[in-house]
């Protein structure tokens, strides 16, 4: 097959005839399988095989199984192979299940083999279709960008199925979209490593008068220190930080820029959110201040913090009090289904 724009010849039994690929008759091959095309003089098409194979990054959403989009699963149901990014996010299914509704098997594609043994994932992907599923959107995470140009250096042509994710998911506990700044990252502390940089991105969204979205880490296939030293492939049990590990280690930053004279930007009076399994029927969504972001129980993962601007519209008050923690709620309660 010849490129866009060039004149190709298919030949069907005895008969040759010639089509010209325009911009949108090329987009209109990557949304199906089968091109059908009618001969003049004939009552019936012809069915073409698809010309264009290619990588498609498709996102789940964040619920089950049944969150992928109508577009995403009849892509997935035709390729030759599936594959399933599990280092970013999770769902609340397993992949049997995953398995089960899209029809067809995965393969569990972990961050070495994603970031170090990409070829692996893009091999073929130039004469036959080949799925990469994302928790989320595909864009929610910048190390998929990677596999996008790896494949364009390739020659391989590339879709991306989009999805809903956390970055505007969390719009459901009321607070607007359009006010919220950087996004941030929270990391598990160790005994050595206890970064603090990203508070600076938390000030300055709240000095902006914007809010801000805590992504809590996420720790699969991890190794110890020793085992990666000693080269063993030994993995530890997954981890997933909860909202309040997230608020034990902020108040811990608070105390530690008092100490070093500073004004701290967010203090346990400071107004927040939690969130935990957003998109799934089990979702919960809690509203209070730092201090008790520390002591709440929001159950499994995944969770979710945000650290709410100075000023808040009227509207986004009056939906959080539908989440407020009641005041005189003790240690580690559980929040309510919401």
Known sequence: M????SISRTRLSNFTFTFHFCALE?????HSSVLDWRIPGTEEPVTL???????????LGLGDAKD????????VRRCSRVYLETYTSVLTVGKEIL???YERKLILADREEVEQEADNILKDADISDVAFLVVGDPFG?????????????????????HNASIMNAVGCCGLQLYKFGETVSIVFWTDTWRPESFFDKVKKNRQNGMHTLCLLDIKVKEQSLENLIKGRKIYEPPRYMSVNQAAQQ?????????IRGEEPAVTEETLCVGLARVGAEDQKIAAGTLQQMSTVDLG???HSLIITGDSLHPLEMEMLSLFTIPENSSESQSIGGL
């Open 68 to 75: 992928i989009t109508v577009k995403g699963l009849e892509v």
């Open 300 to 302: 499994g993962p995944l």
């Open 49 to 59: 095989p698809l010309l264009f194979e290619m990588l498609y990054m498709i996102g």
């Open 2 to 5: 010849d490129t866009m724009g």
């Open 141 to 161: 995470a910048t190390t998929h960008s990677d596999l996008i140009l790896r494949a364009t250096k390739l020659g391989i042509p590339y879709r991306v199925i």
């Open 99 to 101: 398995e089960e509704f």
């Open 250 to 258: 902020l108040l811990e930053i608070v105390q530690n820029q008092r």
């Open 26 to 30: 090329k987009e209109m091959a990557t």
